[in-house]
């Protein structure tokens, strides 16, 4: 907050708009944020869902191309998969796990930021078919927003496009790339076998990107791309190098940042927006955080220009940059019982008329990671309106987050099913339509529209978590389907939240979520539990832990192929014997395991019938792409 100077004009303002008093519930917010995840998948959904009013969908993705292309991300209110907004939401979720990984545990919600990243991950793995192919677009974006009707009743076509040496794409290429290198560090702790085989992934991928020529061979000049502002830029190539460079510490990648930053604009160019097309700051401020770790070495005076380019951007969100600023909306007036005024509401940063909830959530994100930076170095931002502490920069990023959650002059939550008072006008098909579960009968394309899109009421499903595009330059907010620029929720703009709202959960909630709203109110289970794709461990109660690792690789052709090992090892007090474990997915031989007269089910071999306490064995096998589903199905205590 600031303090006042106003006229007799703000004032009859402020007595019109006087935001809500109450605290926020970051961690709520969070909670809910998973959920619009959630309820944005396409493929066939995992029975523990908790978003109940969707259904699986999009199960023939690929099949027209023989690929498979199931799984993945619905972009927003449409269910086209666009590769770019997609893969930069997830190297956000990711990158949020990454910097906060202790707050989100202590939130108990590191099963659903895994999950979140996985849903993507899986799919990307899908879509690199060989190492220089990579599928990067499902459905037709010019059909598919003529029709009005759920992701269950699809039947638009699904076209699908892909990047080749014949149809190269460097921003969508270095996008993925970062997406599962970002991806591969939020797995490390957890399962090292799938974090290796994503940053297998990741260096194929950002092949492909180094072999596209920029801007005129860009994936965003595929016909059906419906996001035309897109502008082709290299900023993806550095994007990738730089989270390449944070993963593996090879020079390799720090030397292409430093080399191309002139030439792709990463040291010369000032922006003030952060987004799925415009990776510029995300760049500067990661390498501003390998200067301030002293990390730079030879190239640290190139770092240095970069971090000035960094300090442009947080300046200008701050407005602190000698005019040269982001836009802020006027906010509100907060008033004592005498009706006198007595501070101010911060506005909302406002970049875009279109969704412009996603510039601020990006905007927030990045300044908060940054002020971590800037106070492990114990260092200050200089900007040419004077210095400013992390502490503050922090204090300006809460009142972002805030604003979001209902501290605006409609005191109406931005999110929603969080708050007394959000949208319930979604411009969401599957929102807007009864569920399938429902209204089993089809909806077709002009049903949609006649019959739900254009109902007055509200929606009959609570999409909840999906942050909305938002009010306008004057924080006015129009809650109809029809205003798409500020009712239709993106993947882009609640990527964000995850570190946002972990971040400020840590240093201002005293309450932990509550899951209110939700459709199961159990509490979040940790990953472990969570992850039924691939284990990495049994729950607490099973004797036996599951160890992954890919301990070669080799290419026969296009394909490429991984010996994956697993160490099984007995983690209780007792002899165990018995052991029946099923594996799920396996396209390739196996050694070492027994199979049995049950399809996908092995016991060890007859001369290693017994496992004592801490002791262990191992089995391999030889598959293509993601590794096998393991886990344990039975056992008896010797």
Sequence with gaps: METLNFGVGLILVGLLAIAAAAESNYGE?????????????????????????????????????????????????????????????????????????????????MGHALWAIRWGTDYFIKAHTQPNVLWGQVGDGNSDHYCWERAEDMTTPRTAFKLD??????????????????????????????????????????????????????????????????????????????????????????????????????????????????????????????????????????????????????????????????????????FDENLVPKCRNRGLMYVHEWNNMQYASAAAFLLAVYSDSLSAA????????????????????????????????????????YGPKYPTRVHHRGASIASISVLPSAVSCVQGFDAWYRRPEADPNIIHGALVGGPDQNDNFNDERSYYEQTEPTLSASAPLVGLFSKLESLYGNTRPNHKGSTNNQPTQTYHRLQTPVPSSTSSGEPVKFVHSITSKWNVGKLTYYRHKV??????????????????????????LSATAVRNTYELPQWLRVLKPGSECSFVYVQGGPQAKVSLLSYQYH
């Design 29 to 109: 917010a969070l909670d809910k944020t998973f959920m619009y995840f959630e309820a944005q998948r396409s493929g066939k959904l995992p029975s523990d869902s908790r978003v109940k009013w969707r259904g699986d969908s999009g199960l023939e993705d690929g099949s027209l191309q023989n690929a498979d292309l199931v799984g993945g991300y619905y972009d927003a209110g449409d269910h086209v998969k666009f590769g770019l907004p997609m893969a930069f939401s997830v190297t956000m979720l990711a990158w949020g796990t990454i910097e906060y990984r202790k707050e989100i545990t202590n939130l108990n919600q």
């Design 165 to 334: 040496q014949g149809h190269p794409g460097s921003d969508l290429a270095g996008e993925t790339a970062a997406a599962l290198v970002a991806s591969s560090m939020a797995f490390k702790p957890y399962n090292s076998s799938y974090s290796d085989l994503l940053l297998v992934h990741a260096k194929q991928v950002k092949n492909i990107c180094s072999r596209s020529r920029i801007g005129i061979e860009a994936y965003t000049t595929i016909p059906s791309r419906v996001l035309s502002h897109s502008i082709n830029r290299p900023d993806e190539l550095l994007w990738a190098a730089a989270w390449l460079f944070r993963a593996t510490g090879e020079e390799q990648y720090l030397k292409y940042v430093v080399d191309n930053g002139a030439y792709m604009g990463g040291t010369g160019l000032a922006v003030k927006e952060f987004s799925w097309d415009n990776k510029y700051a995300g760049v500067q401020i990661l390498l501003s955080k390998v200067l301030m770790e002293k990390k730079g070495g030879a190239y640290t005076s190139t770092l240095k220009q970069y971090q000035a380019k960094a300090d442009y951007f947080a300046c200008a969100c701050l407005r602190k940059n000698d005019g040269y600023n982001v836009q802020l909306t006027p906010g509100s007036y907060l």
């Design 567 to 592: 160490t099984m090892k007995n983690t209780s007090q007792k002899p165990i014997t018995d052991i029946k474990v099923v594996v799920q997915e396996l396209t390739g031989p196996i050694w070492g």
């Design 378 to 417: 114990n260092s200050k931002l200089a900007c040419p309106d004077g210095q400013v502490q992390p502490h503050e920069m922090l204090d300006f990023v809460k009142s972002q987050a805030d604003y979001i959650l209902g501290k605006n002059p409609k005191s109406m939550s931005y999110i929603v099913g």
